[in-house]
Structure formats: structure tokens, C-alpha cells
């Protein structure tokens, strides 16, 4: 399944045993057919998806975990190529790792009030139970459900850009690495400016997936999911470092068009990635 769809159903799955519980308590044990029969038709039709398996969730978390690291470990990869089309720049990769590392701690410093006070039971709330059976009243509550639905699809909508909720920040990191990604290779090139610039807007992305993906791991009893996303991170170094090696081995690197070819083959297979992520 795709990524958008498996972060929901990932939050969706933190919440199912305090959702069923509330359910239970204001109607009682939905076991019988009548109480079963009274749920759904207060809450309508309930979409029922297998959970998925810890090693599911692990190799999940693995793959999301390389995909915050794979872009920044790739463009240091390509250092030899930065240098030699800026021969004169001194300490290029010191200044792109200085830039991406001061925008990465201001993201992280803007989106910490969000990872830390955000209530994702209250985000994920879009059922609302109406109960009204009276004869004279059926009017109104048929006024009220198709307000209900109009203001749950407004929330929906609202949620691809609430980046209170974990799944989301994860998201939208993944997307802006594609876009810049996107544009960076249809760039003549680059010049140290440029280089800085696209070091900043992989920190924001970098921050921004970070932020999301750690608190969701989080919210899982099972700490294996967090070790998962950490040596996720820790792996993308050593696969990016064994692709460079390879696309080194493929081109001519004593000439600047043979150190270029090699560069842009592994910037496109980090676009590949994170299009294999989002799509």
C-alpha cells in the first residue's frame, strides 16, 4: 500500500484500543446483535483492516528511518563532484553540512511545541454519534448527519496540512526531498550558493520527517519500532556509501563529466527512493 495510506492507518491503529473502549462504555458490549446493530448505526458503516505485524511494522519503520538520512548521506557522497566544478570554494562540505545542520535544529526547535503538547486522540476524532429517533425529530437529524459528513470531509482536508499529527510531518519531509530533488536535477552546475541553498531545504525536510516519525514510533508500546527507525537512519549511511563507491566504479572520476555522470546517477536513485516512498 502507499505511504499516505499506511501512516493513517498507522495512527489509526494507536487509537483503535481507546476508541473501541469509549464505544464499549457508552454503549455497553457491542457482542450482541442489538448493541452491535445500535453502534453502527450511530457511527455508520466501520472499515475493518487487518493490523499489521510487528515485522511488518518494523521493516516499515526501517525503510522511513532511511528515507530521513538517504538524501543528506547522498549529497555528501557527491562532494568530489561539488568540488571540482567550485574549485575555489574552501570547506565546501563544511558549509553544507553547517547549513543543513543549523536549518534542521530551527525546524526542529519550531515543530517541538507540536511533537510535544499535539493530542492525537482529539486530531483523529471524525465520528460524531448522533442518537435521535424521535418521530418529529427525524428532520432534524437528518439536517444534522449531512452537516456531519460535510465537517468530517473539511477535517480531512484540513488534515493533509495539520502538521500537528506525526504521519503527516513524515509526509510532507518525504515530499519536500522530492521536490527538491526534482528540481536540483534539472539544474546546470551547481554553484556554492546553490549548494547552500538546496543544504537548507534538505534540513527542513530532514527535520520535518524526523519529528514525525520518532513521536509515531513512540506511540507504540514496543520500543523495536524506534530502535527500527534509528538503524534505518544509520543503515541509509552505508548504502549510500557502497552506491557511490559503484557509480565511481562506472565512470571516469579524473574528468569533471565522468564525476558529474556519477553524482547525478546516485542523486536519481535518491529521487527514485523517495518517489518509492510517497507513491
Same mark, same amino acid.
Given at each position: ?5 499506511? $501512516? ?12 473501541? #473502549? #469509549? @464505544?464499549?462504555?457508552? /454503549? ?5 446483535? =442489538?448493541?452491535?446493530?445500535? *453502534? ?11 493490523? $499489521? ?6 521493516? @516499515? ?10 538524501? /543528506? +548521506? ?6 568530489? /563532484? ?10 565546501? #562540505? ?13 525546524? !526542529?526547535?519550531?515543530? $517541538?511545541?507540536?511533537? !510535544? ?18 418521530? %418529529? ?10 452537516? !456531519? ?6 477535517? +480531512?482536508?484540513?488534515?493533509?496540512? %495539520?502538521?500537528?499529527?506525526?504521519? =503527516?510531518?513524515?509526509? @510532507? ?5 522530492? @521536490? ?10 551547481? !554553484? ?7 543544504? *537548507?531545504?534538505?534540513?527542513?525536510? %530532514? ?27 544509520? *543503515?541509509?549511511?552505508?548504502? *549510500? #556509501? ?38
Amino acid at each position: 500500500c502507499s505511504l499516505p495510506g499506511t $501512516l493513517h492507518l498507522l495512527s489509526m491503529e494507536v487509537l483503535s484500543n481507546s476508541e473501541t #473502549s #469509549s @464505544l464499549e462504555g457508552r /454503549y455497553g458490549s457491542t457482542s450482541g446483535a =442489538t448493541n452491535s446493530n445500535n *453502534v453502527h448505526n450511530n457511527i455508520g458503516p466501520v472499515l475493518h483492516r487487518e493490523p $499489521l505485524s510487528d515485522r511488518s511494522l518494523r521493516l @516499515l519503520f526501517l525503510i522511513m528511518g532511511m528515507g530521513t538520512l538517504f538524501v /543528506y +548521506n547522498a549529497f555528501i557522497s557527491c562532494i568530489d /563532484y561539488f568540488n571540482a566544478v567550485n574549485e575555489d570554494a574552501r570547506n565546501l #562540505s563544511g558549509q553544507m553540512v553547517a547549513f543543513q545542520l543549523a536549518s534542521m535544529l530551527l525546524v !526542529t526547535i519550531c515543530l $517541538l511545541p507540536f511533537s !510535544t503538547f499535539s493530542n492525537a486522540q482529539q486530531q483523529q476524532q471524525h465520528r460524531v454519534i448522533v442518537a435521535n429517533n424521535e418521530g %418529529d425529530k427525524n428532520a432534524k437529524s437528518e439536517v444534522l448527519i449531512n452537516t !456531519t459528513k460535510c465537517l468530517s470531509n473539511y477535517r +480531512n482536508i484540513c488534515a493533509l496540512i %495539520d502538521i500537528s499529527s506525526p504521519s =503527516t510531518r513524515v509526509l @510532507l519531509g518525504f515530499s519536500f526531498t522530492f @521536490l527538491f530533488l526534482f528540481v536540483f536535477l534539472f539544474l546546470p552546475p551547481p !554553484t556554492v550558493i546553490t549548494l547552500n541553498i538546496f543544504s *537548507v531545504f534538505i534540513g527542513i525536510a %530532514d527535520a520535518t520527517s524526523q519529528s514525525g516519525l520518532y513521536i509515531l514510533a513512540a506511540n507504540y508500546e514496543n520500543p523495536s519500532y524506534s530502535a527500527a527507525a534509528v538503524l534505518g537512519a544509520a *543503515v541509509s549511511g552505508l548504502i *549510500v #556509501s557502497l552506491l557511490r563507491l559503484i557509480t565511481r566504479a562506472m565512470f571516469d572520476t579524473q574528468t569533471q563529466d565522468g564525476l558529474r555522470k556519477g553524482a547525478l546517477l546516485l542523486i536519481g536513485l535518491s529521487f527514485v527512493f523517495c518517489f518509492f516512498l510517497i507513491a
